[in-house]
Structures are given as C-alpha cells and as structure tokens.
C-alpha cells in the first residue's frame, strides 16, 4: 500500500500514505530549524545555569548569578534614592520660603507635581484641583485651614477626619438633625448664608433679619460674625461664592440638617515627606496659576 | 530514528493519547507541585487577617461585577509601579484569595493598596457613577449597589466553604457571619465588640455607603476596597528589602 | 437516528430537564434558578425536536455506511450564530471603553460582565463549534469510517453548546469564578467535563474504526486538543460550591498557587483549544483546497511534539515580576522561547505546502484566508515569544499590547483559518458545486484583512504608549504621567479599534449570509456519492475545488 512517489513541483518523495487525497512529503526537517531548535536549548541552558531556575523538592536552584527580582528593585532604588538626595535633602530640610526662593528646587516642584497630584489627589480635588460637589476646590485663594504652607504640609501628613490618630477635625453640626434648630429656622438661615455669599446679589440689608439673630448665636462661633470662616476649626467661607457642598436652597438646607465631615485622607504612610512637600508647594501655586491664567 | 519510532506510535490511537498525556503532563507538575512544597514561596505571617464577612461579600460582587478584568491587584517588582501603587505585591497578600484577583490588564489603575487611599464618600460616589468625581474616567457606573440591599443571609454558607478550602474561619465567625456584616456597616444596630473580637482591632466598624438604616452592596464593596493591601503588614515591614524609605521619612518628620 | 438512540436521547434530555427543573424551582439564589430556567428551555426545545423527528424512518444500512455530516452541519451554523453574538458584543465592549455611557443603566450590560460573554462567545462558541464540527468531519474523511453512532456526536455538540449558552447567560447574571477563559461556575464546569468525556470517547472509537493504517497528523492536534484540555479544565476548576443548590464557589487553591495553576490553564487553553485545534483544521483543509501534499512530515513531528511538550511550561508568563518566584517565571521565559520553533515549524509547514499552488492564492480568496491565517499564526507566536521575554514583559503585561497579541492570534489566525475552511467545507458536506457568491468572499476577505490590520495597530500603539508612560521618569527622578493621563491618551486607540472590529464584524454577517444562501440557493451537485468511506476512491476535483 505504501507507494512513495515523487512530487513533480518539489521534487521530493511522498510519505506513500494518503488520507482522502491528502499526501505528505518525506522532505527532511529544513536545517536552519534544526539549527534554531539548538540555538534556542543553548539560551535556554545558559538562562536555567545564570538564573533561578529548578525545583528541587523544597528549594529550587539559585543561578550563579545569584539574581533576585526583588533584590534587584532594593538596589535600583537605593541607587535612585542617593541620586535623588540633591535634591529631597534640601526640600526636606529648608524651610517653605527658602525653597521658594529657589529656583532649582521650584523647578523640580513644578516637574514632579502634576502626575503626583493627579495620581493621588485629583480623584478627589479634580486634576487641576478645581474640586468638585463634597470636594473643596484647591486652585483659589480661600482655604480651609488657612494658606500658610505648613499647615497644609500638616493637612497632607494628618488628613481631615482621617482615620489617622492626629488628624484635623471639621465638623458641622447637624442642627436640624439634631433638634436643636427648626426647620423654619434653618429656612431663614439658609436665606441669610445665601444673602451674605457673593454668588448672590442680594445685600445683606435685605436679608431675613430672623436669618441673621439665628446666625450670630449658632453659627458666628465658627464662621465668624460675617461669615468670613474660621481657619482654626476648618470652617468654610461663606462670604465667596464657592461651595463645596453646594449653595441652593436644598444643598444648604441639607448641610444644615444633617450636618458636614468631609474625610480627607491621611498621607503619611503613603507619601514621603518629600513628595508631600513637593505637593503642599504644587498646590500653592495651583492658585497661583489661576491669577495669572487671567491676565495672560 | 524518531520517525521510524513514530511510524508506530501514529498507528496507535491508545499509544498515541497516552504519549499525548505524558508529554504534556511534564511542566505542569514541575512548575505547580513545588508551589506547594518549598517553604519561601508564601511568606509566612501569623497575624494575616481574615476577610470579615461584609469583605467576603464585597469581594463577591467585586467578582460578580467583573471588576478584576479592568483592576489588577498585583504590583510587581518594578520600580515605576512600586513608585506609584506603593510597596510590590506579597504572595502571602493573597494567601486566603480563593481565587486570587491578580488580573491581566490595567485599564484602570492597580488596586492591591487602594485600602484607604480615598473615602468611602468618595468610593461610594465613584462607584454610583465614575463621572460624578473623576470627568475623564471610562469605568462603568454600579448604580445597583447603592439601590441593592446586601443579602447577608448566605454570609454563613460562604464562610463555611471558604474554611473547607482552607480559610481560618473560626465556628463562631461562621455562626455569626450574617451579624457581624450588619454590624460592620451599620455600627448602631450591632454587635461591634464582637466583632472586634473576631476580626481584630483593624477591622473598619463604618457606615461606608453613608445611609445607616440599610446594609446595601456598595456597604460591601466599599469595605471590600478599603481592606485591600490592609490584611497584613509584611510588604510594608520587610527589612530585608529597604525600598520604603518613604516611612523612615514619615516617622523622621513626627507630624 | 436510529430508534434505540432516538429513545436514549429522549431520556437523556429528560434527565436534563429533571435537574434544570431542580435548579429552576429549588435554586437557593436567583442566579442559580434564573439558569435552571436556561437549561429547562434549551432542554424543552430538544424534546420538541425529538418529538418532530419521531416518525422519521431509521437510517437504512446503507445509510450507515456514509459520513455522517448531520452534525456537522449543525455546528456550522452554531459556530457562525456565536461568531456573530461574540463579535458583536466585542465591538460593544470596545465602544464602551471608548464611550462608557454607551449602554443601559443595567447590570447585565455593564462592561465587566459583558466582556467574558465576548470572550468566551468567540472561543467557545465560535472556535469551539467550528473545532467540533471540523474534528467530526475531518476524523471521518482521514479514517474512512463513519462516525461509530449517531446519539454521541449530537450529545457531543449540544451538551457543549448548552454548557456555552449556560456560561454566557451566566455572566449577565454575575456569575463567574473570574477565572479568565475559565469562568463558568461549578456545575457548568462539571457538565462539560461529561461532554468532553464522552467527545474523547467518540473520538477514540471513530479512530480505532479506521480503515487507514495511520492517523493523520491532523487527527494528532484534534486528539491533543480535546486530550489536554479535558486536563486542564478539570485541574483549574476545582472549587468547593456553597451549596449544592447556588450558582457560587470557592476555587480550591488561593494565591501564588491559583494564580500559577490559572494561568497554566489560561496560557494552554491558548495552546490546545485556539492552536492546537486550530492546527489539526489547517493540516486538513489547507492541503485539501490548494489540492498540494503537505511539505513535510517529518517536520509535522518535531513541530507537533514539540508544541504538546513545550506549550505546557510557558503559563508563567503571564506572572512575570510578580509574587510568583522567580524561578517558575525562568522556566516560563525559556520554554516560550524555544516554543517558537515548533510554532514556526507548524507555519512554514503550511506556507511551504503552498508552493506551486500560489496562484491559487491569488485567485482563491477561500485559499487566501488559509494563507493568511498561517502568517498571523507566525506572527502572533513570534510576538507572544517575544513578550514572553521578562524586560519586554515588564512593559507589556497590564498594557493594550496584550489585547492587540490576543487579537492578532485569534483575529488573524482563528477567524482566518476558520472562514477559509468553512468556504470550502460547506460545498462539500452539502452538496453544493461552490459557495453561493464567490464576490462576497473577496469582499468579507478584505473587510477582514482591513479590520484586522486596524485592530492590531491601534492596540500595538496603545499598549506601546501606555507601557512608555507609566515608567516614564522626569529627570529628577519622579515619574512624568499620572495613571489619568495614561488612559485619556487612549481614547484615539479605543476608537479606532472599535471600527476596526466593525468591520471584522460585517465580514462575519456577510460569511453567514453567503453560506445559508450556499445551503439554500446552490444546485445540489449529482455526484453524491464521491465522498464516502466504502470505494477507496481519492477524491477528485469536482469537491476540490467547489
Ligand atoms: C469583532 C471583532 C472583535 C472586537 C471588536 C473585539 C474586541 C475586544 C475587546 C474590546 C476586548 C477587551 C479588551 C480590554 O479589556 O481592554 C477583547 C478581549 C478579548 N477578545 Fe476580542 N474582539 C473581537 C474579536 C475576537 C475574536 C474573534 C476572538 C476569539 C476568537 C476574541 C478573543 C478575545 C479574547 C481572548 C480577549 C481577552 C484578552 C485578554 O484578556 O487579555 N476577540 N476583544
Ligand atoms: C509561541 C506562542 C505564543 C507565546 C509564547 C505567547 C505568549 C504570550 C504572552 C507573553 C502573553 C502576555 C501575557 C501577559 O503579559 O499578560 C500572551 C497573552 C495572550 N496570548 Fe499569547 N503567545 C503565543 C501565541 C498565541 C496565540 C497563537 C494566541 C491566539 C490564538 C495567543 C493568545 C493569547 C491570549 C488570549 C493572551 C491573553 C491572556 C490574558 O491575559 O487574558 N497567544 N501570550
Ligand atoms: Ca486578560
Ligand atoms: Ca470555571
Ligand atoms: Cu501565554
């Protein structure tokens, strides 16, 4: 049965077996595969002598290299972390005007921030930290805790309602929720808050004067006597016409309902010193950059 | 020589599967058997937490919702991903992983140290619609968890199969298991001091999804992300590997 | 049907629908009962079939002496109504990660659990019909031999079709392992071992009724095929259920030792279900309709000996820089390596086998896409060894360019071989002189191409992009792009891809509407009785060349 014969376009023989008009040649395995076969078990060989890379029962071989992909990664940030000591050591260790007034190191503030802002901060405060509803926004000139570096740099490290031992409390109370304020009163005093915010153009004169008496005995504690906030506690401005929770009449009813305690993380484990120095300064000049983003 | 042999082996259906099978049987068994049998494959810590029920049910629906084929949980041994995820991955992260969640592709970010990196406000507002908090993101909105309640009476059945696998459940957390989910989520209307117990000091007693009357699904995932990375402590602590340097500054600076 | 099996089909799918019934009415959790439902209605429909084809006289002796080319027919179209879902819902995905409100406020269209019915409707129900259909018609035609009974093939096929259609309605539903190309749960996963079983056993017994003193090389890959992945699946899904009555279990190895077993799993189910198969459809149908011999036996067993030993130590390297040691991933890199000569091997086979026959290429679109499936197999195995390479690796892996890889294999390799053998198989089993609009061939065969070669762009630049910059550091040390960045520079990409899938797409509409038109619009060509078994006759070109 097994009948080889030639091909006439190859030239080769047949195998002599045939599966429903399908034949097979006998050519012999080209040479450069056998080649490559041989080429490919050499690196193999030498990969598996260099390299971890047999198991043996309960240990496995090391490689003469000795190499550890973990060891590996130390070393490369050891090496990365003396390269970058020019730098981090000064920006640790100076104080925020004296980096300030330094070139090379505002330099290096304006190269690292964004990506880390963006990787760690803008899912909250907007990549270009413009905030958001529950989420103050970082680019303006009012802050929260005041615009003194330090203390944002402690903001950074401690967060804000964090889960963190030291961090910085901002409650409001939740007065309607509470029982303590009606919610005729609330009513008036959301009228008031609205009035004295410059989104409105009402003035203060014509405001509910209810609003008002109701204001200096439950709010003015916190927010000061017109509204300008109090950086100690955490207290917003309620004079701009920047809301992080909203300024219509539901949005305010509701924080005066219920009450506000944004969370913002702690960073101390997570991000070194440096990178939240680096941070602290990036955001400084995120408001900057709106000032003069305006007069191009 | 090969070919003469193999003359026979193609005529021989039995021969030709068994030889089939042999060859094929080799890497498997030297790769995966020895997984299971040299000791510095798993690093080894005794104070490796448990998922508390509400975890479990969280990182069900996180399966559930096919989370995992945009999400790796893996950080791997390069220095740009430790730079930006934090210390790499640990086998013993995933020790009680039944399956692991390492994942395959990253169209969203890396989420093996996501554990309290944001809010649970801003978890709960992301997963309701992605939108909402981050304008350019392309992750699907969860608007169901936050309307679903959480079904925890099968907590129990699922800690019991998780233990059958090899999970440390103790009888009374697999007894428990629907109670303690209530209690971790909605604080008021629980047993947190056995939970506690049970679970350990770490564990987030919260009101993650924001409404305390009900224990919802988003309560589940929430809690489910923000234990991620959190179970133990040995990436953070190895001192064989000097890579976090961030700390030393952290406790230098005693902010 | 002979009536014996016609009565232990009816049984059969009695007992089917007696444990969907169970699962639809005792079901602890809705998922669960919601695929009782599923199995009660695919198991209703066959009822009704059998109950159609009662009176239907029994195949005559003489009968029983031909191919038996029923199911394969079936299959066919099974795998082209799957090949059509699966792409669709592949251009959805793309279009959601593109426009992600594009879709319903609904869970079961979110994206997570729409991928795996994309993913698993293509290589299931797509490659693995047409793998089912192929390896019933070609184990005849190699064996001369009728296959040994008519109730096992259909159980074959159906039983994998439910298993297919169980798993897909099951990711809408949230249920999954999340084992990737392994996520049905546990009771899909114990049904199709019992089909697999039973589909080794039929191809066992069609083997052993040979009447050819050897096997061909393509029955080698069939029979690896279904060998290994029975091992596979069986191994990687071994999980602990809840409960006996609920769709969730637990997957009995965790971590490092899951993932390694997952991806041994993952990585094979590559090699034996979208190659190995896919192979032993080349080794048949590319020699039939370039009517050449095959170039070289002696390098179909290096290559196929070396694909079955090598593919199997490759899975680590889906784990490279991970928590798996390190000298798993050694062995991982070094196998991939080597494995890309018996790749190589098995695709200049085929390309060689083409000589003296390449103007048939250039005339023959049907050849054509044979052609190209053997270049793409060489070109997705070149570049899978070359990501299997752990620096490569470390920027690939988590990337797009995993996606454009993917792509390339079972885009340009798996589509390509199967549209090109179902181009010449469906003249030949039904009879008909040659497909029914030769034009529609070309065109399907430059949408394809075009399609293809869009894919594959936009997700090699993407991947590439995407991998340059998250390590990408400023010259202070720190990195440059925020992971933000990285995906909003993506969208481009997911656009292009998404057109470059439609029009995969429409050449899969077309294929299906060329080959039902084949089936009912095309003469039946007399000479019947050319192709079968008794007779001995080589087959002469009137079938070859349809
Ligand atoms: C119409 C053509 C197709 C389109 C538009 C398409 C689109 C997609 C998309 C968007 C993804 C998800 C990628 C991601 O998560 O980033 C994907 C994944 C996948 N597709 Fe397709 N696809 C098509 C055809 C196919 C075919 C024909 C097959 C198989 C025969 C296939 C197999 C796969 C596989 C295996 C994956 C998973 C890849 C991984 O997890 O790494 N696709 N496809
Ligand atoms: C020599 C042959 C091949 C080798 C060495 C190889 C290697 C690889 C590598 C290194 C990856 C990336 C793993 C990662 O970084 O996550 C990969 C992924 C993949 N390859 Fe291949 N490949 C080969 C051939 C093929 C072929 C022919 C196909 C399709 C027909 C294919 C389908 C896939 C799929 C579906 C994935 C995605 C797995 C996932 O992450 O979900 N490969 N392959
Ligand atoms: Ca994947
Ligand atoms: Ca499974
Ligand atoms: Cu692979």
């Known amino acids: 049965m097994s009948v080889s014969e030639r091909d006439k376009y190859t030239g080769h023989m047949t195998t002599g077996h045939e599966w429903n008009g399908i034949k097979e040649l006998n050519t012999p395995v080209p040479l450069v595969l056998l080649v490559f076969l041989s080429a490919a078990f050499l690196f193999a060989l030498g990969y598996w002598i260099l390299m971890p890379a047999w198991p043996l029962g309960d240990t496995y071989t090391k490689g003469t290299l000795g190499f550890d992909q973990r060891q590996h990664l130390a070393k490369q940030i050891e090496k990365n972390d003396s390269e970058q000591s020019r730098w981090i050591d000064p ?50 000139t009012s802050w929260l805790w005041g615009s003194d570096p330090n203390v944002i740099l402690q903001t950074l490290a401690v967060g804000i309602n964090s889960t963190h031992p030291d961090t910085r409390i901002a409650i409001m109370p939740g007065f309607g929720a509470a029982g303590v304020l009606s919610a005729e009163v609330i009513e008036n005093l959301v009228a008031y808050v609205q009035s004295i915010s410059s989104s409105h153009n009402t003035s203060i004169e014509q405001a509910n004067m209810a609003g008002k008496e109701a204001y200096s005995m439950y709010c003015a504690g916190c927010h000061a006597n017109d509204g300008t906030g109090n950086s100690v506690v955490g207290a917003p401005n309620l004079t701009d016409d920047y809301w992080v929770y909203g300024g219509d009449t539901t949005a305010l009813t509701a924080t005066l309902t219920h009450g506000r305690k944004g969370h913002m993380p702690a960073w101390d484990k997570r991000l070194s010193l440096s990178e939240r120095r680096i941070l602290t300064l990036y955001v400084l000049s995120l408001n900057q950059s709106v000032v003069t983003g305006d007069k191009p | 020589m090969i070919f003469t042999i193999h003359n026979k082996i193609e005529r021989n259906s039995i021969v030709l599967a ?4 042999l060859v094929s049987a080799v890497g498997g068994l030297v790769e995966i058997a020895p997984l299971f049998t040299i000791d510095d494959t798993v690093e080894s810590d005794p104070d490796m937490r448990v998922y508390t029920p509400l975890e479990l049910a969280g990182r069900n629906i996180y399966i559930r919702e096919g989370c995992y084929s945009c999400h790796s949980q893996m950080i791997r041994t390069l220095k740009d991903e430790v730079d930006r995820y934090g210390p790499y991955s640990r086998a013993v992260e995933s020790q009680y992983d039944h399956p692991m969640l390492w994942g395959s592709k990253r169209t969203g970010p890396d989420l093996a140290r996501i554990g309290e990196k944001y809010s649970d406000l801003w978890h709960t507002r992301h997963l309701n619609n992605p939108r909402d908090v981050v304008p350019q993101s392309i992750m699907p909105a969860y608007s169901w968890l936050l309307k679903n309640d959480l079904n925890t009476r099968d907590l129990r059945g ?48 919260r009101v993650f999804d924001g409404d305390p009357q009900r224990v919802t699904e988003m309560d589940a995932v929430v809690a489910y992300l923000q234990i991620l990375g959190r179970l133990t402590e040995v990436a953070h602590s190895d001192t064989s590997v000097k890579f976090d340097s961030k700390e030393n500054v952290a406790s230098a600076e005693g902010s | 049907m002979t009536f014996p099996e016609r009565a232990l089909a009816t049984r059969i799918t009695l007992l089917m629908l007696g444990i969907g019934l169970i699962m639809a009415f005792a079901g602890h959790d809705i998922g669960f009962r919601l695929q009782g ?74 994206l997570g659990r729409l991928r795996p019915v994309h993913t698993s409707g293509v290589i299931f129900g797509f490659g693995g019909n047409a793998l089912i259909a192929t390896s019933f018609h070609v184990v005849q035609r190699t064996s001369r031999t009728r296959l040994p009974d008519q109730l096992s093939p259909w159980f074959v096929l159906l039983g994998f079709n439910l298993f297919c259609l169980v798993a897909a309605t099951g990711y809408l539903l949230g249920i999954t392992q999340s084992k990737e190309y392994a996520e049905p749960e546990w009771y899909a996963d114990i049904w199709l071992v019992i089909v697999w079983v039973t589909y080794l056993v039929l191809y066992l017994r069609t083997l052993a009724r040979r009447q050819e003193p050897h096997i061909y090389v393509a029955n080698w890959y069939y029979l690896a095929f279904i060998l290994v992945v029975a091992v596979l699946h069986i191994i990687n899904n071994l999980a602990v259920p809840v409960s006996l009555l609920g769709s969730k279990s637990y997957s009995l190895f965790a971590g490092v030792q899951d993932a390694m077993t997952q991806w041994w799993y993952g990585h094979n189910a590559v090699a034996f279900f979208l190659t190995a198969g896919f192979l032993g459809m080349l080794y048949y149908y590319l020699p039939k309709r370039a009517e050449r011999p095959i170039y070289s036996y002696r390098m179909s067993i290096i290559s196929f000996w070396g694909i079955t030993f090598m593919y199997m130590w490759a899975g680590s390297h889906h784990l490279h820089y991970t928590a798996l040691p390190q000298w798993v991933q050694t062995l991982g890199v070094t196998f991939s390596v080597m494995l890309i000569v018996p790749s190589w091997g098995s695709a200049g086979n085929a390309l060689l086998t ?10 023959d679109a049907t050849l054509r896409f044979m052609m ?27 990337t797009d360019w995993t996606i454009g890889h993917v792509h390339a294999g079972v885009l340009g390799w798996v589509s390509f071989i199967v549209f090109g053998t179902f181009y010449s198989l469906v003249p030949w089993i039904w009879h008909r002189q040659r497909m029914y609009s030769l034009f529609l061939i070309e065109v399907h065969f430059w949408l394809a191409i075009s399609g293809t070669i869009i894919y594959l762009i936009a997700m090699w630049n993407a991947g590439i992009t995407q991998g340059i910059m998250w390590r990408t550091y400023n010259e202070s040390g720190t990195l440059t792009y925020s992971f933000l960045e990285s995906f909003v520079a993506m969208h481009p990409y997911y656009v292009a891809r998404a057109f470059g899938g439609f029009l995969f797409l429409i050449g899969a509409v077309l294929a299906f509407y060329n080959i039902v038109m084949t089936v009912r619009h095309m003469p039946i060509e007399r000479e019947v009785n050319k192709d079968i078994p008794v007779g001995l006759m080589p087959v002469q070109s009137g079938e070859a060349t349809a």
């Open chain 1, 91 to 140: 920006l640790v260790q100076l104080d925020f005007d004296a980096i300030q007034g330094n070139s090379q190191l505002m330099a290096i503030v304006d190269e690292s921030g964004p990506a880390l802002f963006e990787d760690n901060c803008a899912m909250c405060h907007g990549s270009d930290g413009d905030g958001g509803r529950y989420f103050p926004k970082l680019n303006d």
């Open chain 3, 372 to 398: 190209v499936a053997a270049v793409f197999y060489g070109i997705s195995t070149f570049e899978g060894s070359f990501m299997a390479i752990r620096p490569v690796n470390s920027l690939s892996h988590y």
């Open chain 2, 18 to 21: 068994l030889g089939i099978i």
């Open chain 3, 354 to 363: 083409l000589n003296g026959a390449w103007h048939k290429v250039r005339d």
């Open chain 3, 37 to 110: 439902a599923v199995v009660v209605a695919a198991t209703l429909a066959t009822l009704v079939v059998l109950f159609l084809i009662r009176t239907q006289p029994e195949p005559s002796p003489q009968e029983l002496t031909y191919y038996y080319d029923a199911p394969i027919k079936a299959g066919i179209y099974l795998s082209l109504i799957w090949a059509v879902l699966g792409m669709f819902v592949g251009v959805w995905v793309a279009l959601l990660l593109a426009y992600p409100e594009l879709t319903f406020d609904y869970a079961w269209s979110s």
């Open chain 2, 158 to 205: 699922n800690l019991k199969a998780m233990s059958r696998v090899g999970v440390p459940y103790k009888d009374s957390m697999i007894n428990l298991a629907n109670r303690d989910a209530i209690a971790q989520a909605s604080p008021s209307s629980g047993d947190v001091a056995g939970l506690i117990e049970r679970y350990g000091q770490a564990t987030s007693v």
